[in-house]
């Protein structure tokens, strides 16, 4: 399974869909974008928590994905594609939903922005 930065978060906080991930986090192996990480820092600097040690904890539970070219290519793809339907669409939502589809993996996310596209679960 490949988590967005938002899944991750849900499991530090320990919500009821963080119960969620972590259930997943224990049954497979499970995968985040190298992007991820950015998003993560900022929810620390908002929430006022340690970006190392959330850094750290990250890569003990995922393996992080870096970008390629391609994943580049077809990260803007997406992205031009989805804004014809929601102008809110983020060109890191696609880089991150075309990292999880370069190794064939499903997205768990809690971002309604997602809402429709294949080989997404919401949460």
Known sequence: MFLDSSAVIEHFI????GKRVKEILTTESCY?????????????Y????????FFKETKEIVDILDLSEEI???GAR???????????FGLMDGLILACARSIRQKLLTRDPHFKGLDGVIIL
């Open 78 to 88: 997406i992205t031009f594609e989805r804004k014809k339907v929601d102008k809110n």
């Open 14 to 17: 320990g919500s009821s869909k």
């Open 32 to 44: 985040a974008s190298s992007i991820s990480l950015s998003e993560i820092a900022l929810w620390c």
């Open 72 to 74: 580049y290519k077809e």
């Open 46 to 53: 908002r929430e006022g928590k340690n970006v190392d040690y």
